[in-house]
């Protein structure tokens, strides 16, 4: 059985860190180039294999390359995430005290929120009221849109969430950090940042997670205490179709009428 | 010019003489390495391969240089005694798993880069950014500068971007302030030098190429890629031709046995390739 790396996986994993994390049809199309341009054995269903062997060899350095499902439109994506989590490592060398201050803060919001989003107001706030150095309007801005650009938020209509990069690099540290303020998917049980809960028992799903386990049942049921799923059931649509995310969008704003978490 | 730089790199102003004194790795014979290491146990040892691994990756993806000092005081610390091994074994793993090579492209002051060992593609499937609007500005002003006779006067620069629309002085749509990122960023990259020319009055400056463009590419590459947007071929330009295939035979069979697809008569070949 092969482990040793070869130059086909040297290749994958150098494109792999430029980019940070990949979607997994580009995933599929580079594991196959890669191959080729190496003249490395190559099997297309076998990714993960191929993924295996890298991080066999990248395991000391306390990386992975992790696959996880972004919560917008259901696809799998492919990061390298380091592993080490103590604190936010990465993050720590490209952000200044305060500005990681404010995103710590700004994870704490998303995280509380019903929906799993804090609103650039609320974002704002935080920044006015931060320990280390109080951040004003314009600096806030820029910070929140450097936050965006490397990966860690994703912004939607002037809101934010976390985004997939971050989810999968900081599951951890959010897990053992936030413990029961964070919702789990009764469906896949990864974190849910973004959820429709039950009212009734409290559970909660992923959107796409909702979508496939309800999918064309004209009375959706909670898996878990029976009653009536009182959201509007996401579309899953093909992975190349273009209109999942905001199909989703929609489906979102449907009250859940202020259930508390507990 | 260590003065230039001091004003213009990032980091503090008084990092040039703290680093000076930090950037003490203690010069010893192998034996007495090996007695050094004898005292630690492997497992400290690859610990310290393993941190400096990551510290190098993590510095590198800015593509900021990586001084020696800076290894020394944020992963090596206490390990100085042993610091020649660490860093061997450090590149050894970094060429194994990553298929990248620790590069000194300053061997006074010990600064260092990250250049990937793999043999290079016609097309790079890295990231298709905003990155590769700037490597494209990069490429066009590096093409410019050997085909010069490998330096140009600031002024033919910016006139030559002039041409091509991107004016120094007005803020462009994709690059931004782009004086800055061609006398700041792509210098502090060590893309290019920008060095004042002596005796001049008001001061002018000159572009070079710079250490990393050295190791990422070469001239042959540059050539061809010249040769490509002219429709022409690359020995129609007989001076800058030989120069580039000297540069080839100099650096010696790198690439001599890699065929790679959509391989314009590649490196590899040039080198086989006699011409004078």
Redesign the interface.
Known sequence: MATQ?T?GH??F???L???GIMEGSVART?HR?CC??HKVYYAHDKLDDFINVVNI??Q????QIRKGMSEDDGRTYYALVNLAETEIT?MA??YTENELELFRKTMDVIIISESGFASSTDILNLADQLKTKKMKKKEAEQVLQNLVQDKWLSERDGEYTLHTRCIMEMEQYILSNYQDLVRKCNICHSLAIQSQVCETCGIGMHLPCAGKYFKAQTEPHCPHCNEFWPHEIPEINRPDSQLPSSALRERRRTPSSGTRRH | MAQRRRSKGPGPSQGELLAAEEDFAPTQSASQVQRSLERLSPAQV?QKV?EL??YL???D??KIPIKRADILKNVIKDYRGVYSEIIKRAGRTLQ?????QLVEIDPKHHIYILV????R?EVE???QDDCTAKLGLLTVILSFLFMKGNAAKESAVWEMLRRLRVDPGVRHEVFGDVKKLVTEEFVRQKYLEYNRIPHTDPPEFEFQWGARAVKETSKMQILRFVAKIQNKDPRAWSTQYTEAAAEEAAVGGLFQDVN??GDTGGASQGARRRTW
């Open positions: 790396m130059d040297r290749r994993l150098q494109v860190m430029s980019h580079l180039d080729e341009i060899h990248v000391p350095f306390f990386m990465k060398s490209d | 690859d393993s691994v990551q990756l993590v510095k993806q800015k194994q798993v990553f298929g990248l990937s060992n793999l043999p593609l499937n890295l990231k790679t697809p």
